[in-house]
């Protein structure tokens, strides 16, 4: 992200996830005023306001110190004074376009404080002009001095302290009235420095959904729906080695949608960029899709790899079961969350597991939970909806596929599946991949074998 | 004083003092002075911290540097807030030192502040740059040559060098340690295309072979060529280090027997830490050593007063002086009229 400061940076990290349609709509018009104004004639206008972001300073603690009626020094009155002429040049700016980017609150009143003799240039120090008393005294000591060089044995040093320290109080006086006079304005500056940085992240989120082709999402109120969803990044180093990436649709209700499909099918990617795509709606950015209607949630439980830790004390299967369960409690309050889970109790026997995604579905459906969960079990509850990757659909030569063209050869859109079985892909994909044909061999006389029947009769007998 | 009009050529120049008390404020604050009536824009910094009241170690009181109205000057905050002059703030850096940030100010009346600017090179020589923005003509750079320092005076065009009775109470002596100083700054600077391929190279030591190509000796550094001592040589003569050149380098490249072929380049003088006696002799073999970054000395000013009170006579110094290095010498107790 082109962020232009470090305050705009610090505005993005502090950034609340939102969780009402409203405030998500008022971040996302905002973007869109911006993003509409990239594609059009006034665009240079936004790389000058960008130039203007990268010279504010972070002003917080001079503000703070303002606040608590404190004198500040002319280090601190001077990044003011640049920070609200700054602010003005990006005031100036914006009028320049036909609609407001972003309220920020005139300064001039601050400017002018700051600017006795009207200068308008960053620069700071307690001018004459505040105090004639001030402008008197300095021309004394500038006198004195003078005199002091040209005779030295005439005047004492003592005559020059005095009035250089007389001097300084005058100057600790005007200070003074001038932070009392600053002192209105400190709200109004604080105001001023939160807005710039929200311009600053605007902006770059604008910039940002133009240069990756996202798009602005509808908030729904029944599901969620997808058309060419992608994974910014994936799709980013595809195009390093000239490939594309296949991006996909989807439809989820309040309900199960199991995901089945051959490995290397981008299944676990399909999960990633479902979540990726909720935290940045939910954060104020465009989504990675040609259109998105997203239904928002108040949270996203994710279990997608292996958290097995001897540290913990946790196996795969320990792990597995302490995230599902969160999701489970989650469920049964009614809360509202997207739940995304990959390969549900794949970490232990087929039988048990198979039971554990049935009955997780279930409460799921129950309770109307939005969830994904993608897996490679058969057998699955008839109830819930079901879709299948199309993965290698079609026939193809001996060796015309390996494991480095794969990715290439693979379909990876999805498909409404009513049939009770998965693919069985896994020894075909295995063996594309290279892995020793004795593997394939022996596993394949595998499958025919009687206890290989029997298996098979029971799954279709209590699947009915 | 003419080499004031010399310095007008310059767009930086720094003044250094090859000991402590050799006279380099009095020096500075001389040129100040002189340069104050011109009409150019002048600006000032130091290379890291300068500007103590008084000399912790030799407790003679050193004056801090007088600042005229109307230049520019680049102190850290912490001095800053401590100054007496009126001055006008025109940036404040947003990178930090260990004494805050870098305030550049313009004077608004004389007084005497202490500077204390960047501390390495590539600060210095930022700052030089950006001098720029505000018209600077000449910045003008209170230099160190203590080993502590990261930043070296060797970045600006034109250095003024401070020496006296502090560096030897001996006439010959201070000639002689002196003379050795300007020899190394005379150092000749390698061609344009070769410097701007080593100027990136932060560290370790390089060779260049035949080819004009750049090797890694991977040793890291002159301190540890004990043991590296076969590789040195196998990729070429010319070498390139990044950091001190020592007494005993010096004295190992000395005996060995393609020492007329041997060119050893370093980024600048500063980085030669070698005794006058083992640097002759090496020269003498037939050993040479050139520089990236080549300053030019335009003048010497002497303090013929040592901290502990004592006394040379200052013409014939001066004279000494002179006819040995063939440059322009001035004693800063008599500039200041």
């Known amino acids: ?464 | 004083m003419p080499f004031i009009k010399e310095i007008e050529k310059y767009k930086s120049l720094s003044i250094v003092g090859l000991e402590k008390n050799t006279g380099k404020t009095e020096c500075l604050n001389y040129v100040l002075s002189r340069l104050s009536d011109s009409t150019k824009q002048i600006a000032l910094t130091s290379i890291g911290v300068d500007g103590e009241n008084t000399d912790v170690v030799t407790q003679t009181h050193k004056p801090e540097i007088e600042v005229y109205e109307g230049m520019i000057f680049v102190t850290s905050e912490l001095h800053y807030q401590k100054k007496q002059l009126v001055a006008e703030v025109l940036d404040v850096s947003t990178q930090s030192t260990s004494l805050g940030r870098l305030v550049t100010a313009k004077a608004k009346s004389s007084d005497k502040v202490m500077i204390s600017g960047p501390a390495s090179n590539v600060a210095i020589k930022d700052l030089i740059s950006q001098m720029r923005n505000f018209n600077v003509d000449i910045t003008l750079v209170d230099g160190a040559l203590s080993r502590k320092s990261l930043g070296s005076p060797a970045v600006t065009d034109a250095m003024i060098l401070a020496t006296g009775a502090a560096l030897s109470a001996n006439i010959p002596q201070l000639v002689y340690k002196t003379n050795y100083t300007y020899d190394l700054i005379s150092l000749k600077a390698v061609d344009d295309e070769s410097k701007e391929r080593l100027l990136p190279i932060q560290k370790g030591i390089w060779a260049i072979n035949d080819e004009g190509n750049l090797i890694d000796l991977e040793i890291e550094s002159v301190l540890l060529i004990e043991k590296a001592k076969d590789r040195l040589f196998k990729q070429g003569n010319r070498i390139f280090v990044n950091g001190a050149i020592t007494d005993k380098f010096l004295n190992f490249l000395r005996v060995q027997k393609h020492i007329k072929e041997i060119e050893i380049i370093v980024r600048d003088f500063t980085r030669i830490f070698a005794s006058p006696e083992t640097y002759y002799a090496f020269i003498k073999r037939g050993g040479s050593i050139k520089v990236l970054q080549k300053t030019k000395l335009i003048a010497v000013c002497i303090n013929p007063v040592s901290p502990d009170g004592y006394c040379l006579n200052s013409d014939e110094l001066k004279q000494a002086m002179e006819d040995k290095l063939k440059l322009p010498v001035y004693d800063v107790r008599k500039l200041a009229n």
């Open chain 1, 1 to 464: 992200m082109q962020l232009q400061s470090g305050l705009g940076k610090r505005y993005l990290l502090d950034m609340p996830m939102m969780y009402q349609a409203c405030e998500v709509k008022n971040e996302l018009d905002k973007v869109n005023r911006i993003y509409s104004i990239l594609g059009g004639k006034k665009a240079g206008l936004i790389t000058k306001i960008q130039t203007k972001l990268m010279q504010v300073r972070d002003i917080k603690g001079s503000i703070k110190n303002l606040k608590a009626n404190m004198v500040l020094d002319d280090i601190e009155l001077f990044e003011i004074k640049s920070f609200a002429l700054v602010s003005y040049e990006i005031l100036q700016l914006q009028a320049e376009f036909e609609t407001t980017l972003i309220e920020i609150p005139d300064l001039n009143s601050v400017i002018s404080i700051l600017d006795p003799e009207n200068n308008k240039i960053p620069s700071f120090y307690i001018y004459d002009a505040y105090s004639r008393e001030l402008a008197r005294v300095r021309k004394e000591i500038k006198e004195l001095k003078a005199a002091i060089k040209a005779n030295p044995e005439k005047h004492t040093d003592q005559n020059l302290e005095a009035l250089q320290s007389h001097s300084e109080e005058v100057e600790a006086e005007v200070r003074a009235e001038i932070c009392e006079k600053l002192y209105p304005y400190a709200s109004e500056l604080e105001n001023a420095l939160n807005q710039v940085a929200h311009l600053d992240v605007i902006t770059a989120k604008a910039i940002l959904a133009e240069s990756m082709a996202f798009t602005r999402a509808q908030i729904s109120e029944s599901g969620t729906e997808y058309k060419a969803m992608f994974h910014p990044q994936i799709r980013e180093t595809l195009a390093l080695s000239k490939r594309n990436f296949q991006p996909i649709n989807i439809r989820l209700n309040h309900s199960v949608c199991f995901i089945t499909g051959a490995n290397m099918a981008g299944k676990t990617v399909i999960l990633k960029t479902l979540a990726l795509c909720q935290y940045l709606l939910q954060f104020g950015f465009f989504v990675p899709a040609q259109s998105a209607q997203i239904a928002l949630v108040d949270r996203i439980l994710v279990s997608v790899g292996d958290d097995q830790s001897e540290q913990n004390g946790l196996s795969s299967f320990a792990s597995e079961m302490v995230k599902i369960n969160e999701m489970v409690e989650a469920s049964i309050q009614k809360e509202i969350v997207l739940v995304l889970v990959d390969e549900l109790a794949r970490t232990t026997n087929p039988t048990e597991g198979r039971a554990i995604v049935n009955a997780v579905a279930e409460i799921f459906n129950e309770n109307q939970t939005l969830s994904v969960i993608t897996t490679h079990y058969s057998g699955l509850d008839s109830r819930c909806r079901k879709l299948r990757v199309k993965g290698l659909d079609k026939e193809f030569k001996p060796g015309e596929i390996n494991k480095n063209n794969i990715n290439d050869y693979m379909d990876y859109s999805l498909i409404e599946d009513d049939a009770t079985k998965v693919p069985h892909e896994a020894l075909r994909i295995a063996g594309i991949l290279g892995i020793n044909h004795q593997i394939i061999e022996k596993a394949n006389k595998n499958l025919l074998k009687p206890e290989g029947f029997e298996i098979k009769e029971e799954e279709t007998k209590s699947y009915i």
